[in-house]
């Protein structure tokens, strides 16, 4: 064989370098096998397919490709044997070159099409391949589909397409596994899954890893008797899972509960914010049953992490609104619904009412201090108390705070008469007027609600409600269930004036993202849009206008709280979000479809054409807004393009602009926008007439609020590049219209309800000079500071995965928690690990502890073996081992509170304890076999995870 090999590489090396074609090459192969001196068939093809392997990582050129394909042409190496030495080649590094893997992998699905077999086995792959071998192919090809995203970008090669079909061949011959061991079962089933929900690819192959999955998943059969083994001794072991005390000081700061109270807020509207019930339940109930606190001090925790929280923001001027709504209004709630569901485990005859108002003593006696920032500073300076305390006026905090607890029965009224006397005045107003007629203050509002037919009143109505903190919860229910009973109604009038009257609304647009998901806004406003038929209606310009503030409140809502990626359903019914994107596209008329054409060229007339008499009914009704949407990029491109030329004059151009800018176009700029500053981006602001129409847009009272929102940021960048700066000197650029309608809508220092945060960062562009990941890195710094300084942390995990990828992002957080631990502050550190990688992220992010485990432990580990000094070291270990066993655990409770809210895809904490120990085990790091200890050491793991403990 080594002969053959050795012959094989001298004729192949020769041949290429020589400038030989393919064809000589073969017939110099075809002359060493006649002679033969070849060896077996198996070893040719061998020692074809890695000589041919050897000069690709030096030398990758279509030539060597064409080698490949004459030999498998000749039928001098099998299709199976190929694929089987070009997957293990792709491993090399050098080989990763963008055309070579294309062609290749293009090469390979040539050959095997071409031999018209029905299934792969046989061609792809050998006849005779076992079960272990096709696996091995199959973790090839998934480590394959992981480089293709690494790649450098091509215009004329795109491999990952290939590479998929490739690889969804190869699983279609996986036989039967029942015989693989275990270990080998999970180790396949990690890196399939880790592909699955880490990766976007097409369907197909989606579907071929998700039976491969399901396969697996009968080889683990055992995974569901440990996990009903867990659930009998669940009961038992509570009390070890929880007061599993990994390290002393678990509970005793503010770092846990502060960054789960702030993760919930920022996340306010969406599914995995406040406004989700179900979630803040189980994040709650996750935090509490994996630490020793009491009841009474976690809710002491979770209360002052919220007061300082506050204060920041008081401090900051930023949102103090939006935080006093969240602890007054909203906060209450989420600790009735949680002590409710805790009851079960503090035993019977527990009351949480007791450790409420444990909680509050504990706050006015040890910790005034952050009573007093959570005042207003001209009511504190009116009035205080004992002990420097504020006094409990009606509008103070305190007040405002004992009696929303009060009328939740969360405390009893002597106890909150203690520290708020005013409380023994009786109802007032509303609360007066309900109890006088037997109603409850919530179901006096929604009869008054229900009976009043004019927007104006019942606007007027709702916002005389939200004064009242108690009703916040009742004003979102009501407003959910008006909007969308006008929605199924199909009523363009009133809906579209409730858009617009919410839209305009930012406190109370707060209270609804607080207690409702604001996805079904979201769904039940594209349902309308979706439904309303525009050729019936009388007067076709109100209509359209009308239901243009109801396409303007639905990107309002998705823009400002994050709502995509995302599927918004009514009753099982997927709406389409055609109306939620901000992609323009410019096309050309003679692209359009005959029927898409016609209505261009209509409206091109109607718009900007001299002899134009305007917008015609007919042409309103006979156009669907989704249609506008689309053409009205090209509409302004074409325009343009005209005025350039001299076809149209100037003022005919503003004259069409001015169609836009009221309330019957308006609904359509943000796809123009967006066109327009890419076009002054790509061609500078030589692109003058562009510039000029967008200034006039931004500058024009007509433009809409959402629209400013939407669109600020990325013209913000633009006037902000340094690039630019000689092009507008020297074409006299004025920009202060754009500048001044932005300070209406971002005010500069405020920082007001729902205004993004990357706002101030492009504000001062030309002050701020840190690298990307600089800012991710100083936020973890930031947060350990916090945690220093005794206040409540403040972390957005979301922003940092989206600046870095989860994969960076997760190795500057353990950078700077070791640096953390190493200068003592271990138990915070490790809190902020475990909040990190148990935290549920909104989609698009994955899980963070699977990829932490998978791609980052590794690293780490080889770090720590090269660490010389032995107490940093095994300070490192230390707070590896406790951070995974806590966030596994936590993770677990999470899971055991919220199935249904679990991702179908996700894997279970089962799972990824099993994932976990078997990484370890497996690693060749001289530390690992110290983390895996010190994880399972931990007697909530050993508890929870018994069929992890066994792999080990």
Known sequence: ???????????????????????????????????????????????????????????????????????????????????????????????????????????????????????????????????????????????????????????????????????????????????????????????????????????????????????????????????????????????????????????????????????????????????????????LLALFRSTPSTLAGFCTQILLAAFDILAQAMARKSSVLLHRDFILGRLPRLLKTFTAEVQSDLGEGADPTEALQAAITEIFTNHVDKLNKCEDPVESAAETGPQDRPAATSTSFIFCLLKSLLDLDLIRQPFALLYAPSLADGPKGAQLEAMELGLSPEQLLEQKLASTVALDEWKSLVDRAAQDYALHRCVADLTLKKFASLSRSLDVDQLGTLCKLLSLDDRLLEILSLHTSLRDFVAYGLLFLEDFDYETVGDPQSAVTLSGEVVLFVQLLTYRYQLKPCRFVVDERECKTIYLSTIYQTLRPSTLSPEDRTLFQAWSSALFDKSSEGIEDNLLRMTNPEKLLYLAPSLFSQAIAATLTRAIDLDVLKSGVSYFLGGLLNWTLVGVLNYLIADVNRAGFNALCQFEVLQSIFASPGCPKTVLQICGHSLLRLLSDRKLEHVKQRYKVNDTGIRQALSRVFPPQKGELGIPEKFFVLTKLKEIKTPWPNVARNAVQEVIAMSRAGSAPLLNISSCVNTLGPIQFLALLWEGLSLAASNGEHSSARQIGVFCLAAVLPKPHPPLLPIFINSTLPSILTNLDAQMHQQTQSNHIELMGEMLATALLRFLHFERVSQSHMDSGSRSSTQLARMLTSALTRSSSSTASLVLQRVISSPGFVSNFPGSISTT
């Open 1 to 283: 064989m080594s002969d053959t090999r050795a012959v094989v590489d001298k004729i192949t090396r020769a041949s290429f370098l020589s400038g030989a074609s393919s064809a000589k090459w073969i017939s110099f192969l075809q002359t060493y096998e006649h002679e033969g001196a070849s060896g077996t068939p198996d070893e040719r093809a061998s020692a074809i397919c890695g000589a041919l392997f050897s000069l690709f990582p030096s030398y990758p050129s279509e030539a060597l490709v064409d080698y490949s394909r004459h030999a498998l042409v000749n039928d001098l190496v099998p299709l199976s044997s190929f694929v089987v030495h070009f997957l293990r080649a792709a491993r090399n590094p050098m080989m990763h070159n963008t055309a070579t893997i294309d062609l290749l992998v293009r090469l390979i699905l040539e050959r095997h099409y071409a031999n018209h077999q029905l299934t792969a086995l046989g061609s792809v792959v050998a006849f005779n391949e076992p079960v272990l071998g096709v696996l091995a192919m199959v973790q090839d090809g998934l480590w394959l589909v992981r480089t293709a995203y690494t790649l450098p970008i091509s215009s004329f090669h795109q491999p990952l397409q290939p590479i998929c079909q490739l690889l969804v061949l190869i699983l279609s011959c996986v036989g039967d596994m029942s015989h693989i061991s275990t270990n080998d079962a999970v180790t396949y089933y990690t890196e399939a899954s880790d592909v699955l929900h880490t990766l976007t690819f097409q369907t197909d192959l989606r579907h071929s890893l998700d039976m491969f999955l399901v396969a697996l998943n009968l080889v683990l059969g055992d995974e569901a008797k440990v996990a009903r083994e867990t659930d009998l001794i669940h009961a038992m072991q509570m009390a070890i899972g929880r007061y599993d005390i990994v390290a002393p000081g678990v509970g005793s700061d503010l770092v846990s509960s502060g960054l789960i109270v702030y993760h919930l807020l920022i996340h306010r509207g969406r599914t995995v914010g406040c406004g989700n019930d179900a979630h803040s339940l189980a994040m």
